[in-house]
């Protein structure tokens, strides 16, 4: 919510009557990061706004490194083939995924890990500057617990390294404990935590 001298009560009134107009459910996103979250949580949690799923946003350091001898950088629509075959994502999914992917404006790095001539696990990096941001990271479940996640990841840094970036990010959902562990080891730390609180 913008800085002013309007109290919560009124902001949230005004984000409420906007979102009725359009005839949209009023959703707010607080961030562990801004000054007045703690505050403006209870004010929605009293109002009745539950809350929704926690997400961390965790980066680590870059260090130079070589790119995993499995890992192959494909074009958009080959790891779009890709990813459709290990999530299981059917049409009309893939083309909107599609269309999202193909209007960033990053260096962006489409990348899959082959076992033999079979993906079993795919990523997408995007360099903006020297940040370089990790999406859509999935394993295809018969092939996790093998090490494939952690070389995805480490193969997509490598590849943003050669691209510029000094610093990784990603965004994951804080009871995700697999994953956690798997990014802790990678050295990736909590930067902050952002979650939704969802009006009735």
Same mark, same amino acid.
């Given at each position: 919510?913008?800085?002013?001298? #309007? %109290?919560?009560?009124?902001?949230?009134?005004?984000?409420?009557?906007? =979102? +009725?107009?359009?005839?949209?459910? $009023?959703?707010?996103?607080?961030?562990? *990061?801004?000054?007045?979250?703690?505050?403006?949580?209870?004010?929605?949690?009293?109002?009745?706004?539950?809350?929704?799923?926690? =997400? !961390?946003?965790?980066? $680590? %350091?870059? *260090?130079? #490194?070589?790119?995993? %001898?499995?890992?192959?950088?494909? $074009?958009?629509?080959?790891?779009? =083939?890709?990813?459709?075959?290990?999530? @299981?994502?059917?049409?009309?999914?893939?083309?909107?995924? /599609?269309?999202?992917?193909?209007?960033?404006?990053?260096?962006?790095?489409? @990348?899959? !890990?082959?076992?033999?001539?079979? %993906?079993?696990?795919? @990523?997408?990096?995007?360099?903006?500057?020297?940040?370089?941001?990790?999406?859509? *990271?999935? $394993? &295809?479940? &018969?092939?996790?617990?093998?090490? &494939? /996640?952690?070389? *995805?990841?480490? /193969? !997509?840094?490598?590849? +943003?390294?050669? #691209? @510029?970036?000094?610093?990784?990010?990603?965004?994951?959902?804080?009871?995700?404990?697999?994953? +956690? +562990?798997?990014?802790?080891? !990678?050295?990736? #730390?909590?930067?902050?935590?952002?979650?939704?609180?969802?009006?009735?």
């Amino acid at each position: 919510l913008y800085p002013s001298l #309007q %109290p919560f009560p009124e902001k949230i009134r005004y984000c409420e009557n906007l =979102s +009725a107009r359009e005839q949209l459910q $009023t959703v707010f996103r607080l961030t562990s *990061i801004a000054q007045d979250s703690a505050i403006l949580d209870q004010t929605l949690a009293d109002r009745g706004y539950r809350m929704d799923e926690t =997400s !961390l946003v965790l980066s $680590t %350091p870059l *260090i130079a #490194q070589p790119l995993h %001898p499995d890992l192959n950088m494909l $074009t958009l629509e080959e790891w779009l =083939s890709v990813y459709c075959e290990l999530t @299981g994502m059917a049409e009309p999914a893939r083309s909107l995924h /599609g269309l999202i992917l193909n209007s960033i404006a990053g260096e962006c790095g489409f @990348g899959a !890990l082959m076992a033999g001539d079979k %993906p079993v696990a795919c @990523g997408l990096a995007v360099v903006e500057r020297e940040l370089v941001g990790l999406f859509d *990271i999935f $394993t &295809h479940p &018969h092939a996790r617990n093998a090490g &494939h /996640g952690a070389n *995805i990841v480490k /193969g !997509l840094l490598a590849w +943003a390294a050669g #691209q @510029g970036a000094a610093r990784a990010y990603l965004q994951m959902v804080q009871d995700n404990h697999a994953a +956690a +562990a798997l990014y802790a080891s !990678l050295g990736f #730390q909590e930067s902050y935590r952002y979650w939704y609180r969802i009006g009735a």
